[in-house]
């Protein structure tokens, strides 16, 4: 009965599972109104700043993730993909061309603190792999409005969320979407821009 309820529940909520993916013409949709990256962050030292400001602060590429540290599904995964990429980054040398970041949308129970402690459990190089959380639930709707971020109340304080990885330019601009099955794909563009980025520098 309970696994009924749950099938039920989820099948309702997100329309056949339909809305937990940034389909093609939601990826068309958001490079079409060039969304502006202004969400703020709250890192982990407590330092509030916007996404676009992050990636020019980092001069880095980006690659971003949306997630909530209580997480027993969907996060797992991405932070498996997240562990993956930053052992590519740390064999392939491009730690000063790429950053990770992940943003938990969970922004009454992600406090600075309980992202040091999710830090410890994914062993995130923080030369590498940033985290922060969204300042308030106006960044959580903006990010809604602007990323196509779904993000839908549960039981037990848990989320119903879909998923992608994002890549930001150096000056803050998205470069790119990706489902959450292709981080390859991901870094990849990000190793692209970033070479890019450098030999427009040099010329």
């Not at 093609?24 to 996404?51: C, M, Q, Y």
């Amino acid at each position: 009965m309970v696994t009924l309820f749950w099938g039920f529940f989820f099948l309702y909520i997100t329309n056949g599972f339909a809305n937990l993916t940034l389909e093609s013409d939601r990826k068309a949709n958001l490079f079409a109104t060039h969304p502006e990256l202004s969400i703020r962050l709250v890192g982990e030292s407590g330092r509030v700043s916007t996404l676009a400001e992050l990636a020019k602060q980092q001069n880095k590429v980006l690659v971003t993730e949306f997630i909530y540290t209580k997480c027993r599904t969907l996060c797992l995964v991405l932070g498996d993909y997240f562990q993956q990429a930053q052992t590519q980054i740390k064999l392939q040398g491009l730690a000063q061309k790429i950053h990770l970041l992940s943003i938990s949308f969970d922004v009454n129970q992600d406090t600075p603190a309980r992202l040091k402690i999710y830090r410890q459990r994914m062993h995130a190089d923080e030369n590498i792999w940033s985290l922060a959380t969204m300042q308030s639930a106006g960044d959580l709707a903006a990010a809604k409005e602007k990323l196509g971020l779904i993000v839908l109340a549960a039981p037990f304080k848990e989320f119903v969320h879909n998923s992608a990885f994002l890549v930001i330019s150096n000056q803050g601009k998205l470069l790119g979407i990706y489902d959450d099955d292709d981080i390859e794909g991901a870094l990849t563009l990000a190793a692209k821009s970033s070479e890019y980025a450098a030999g427009h520098k040099l010329q």
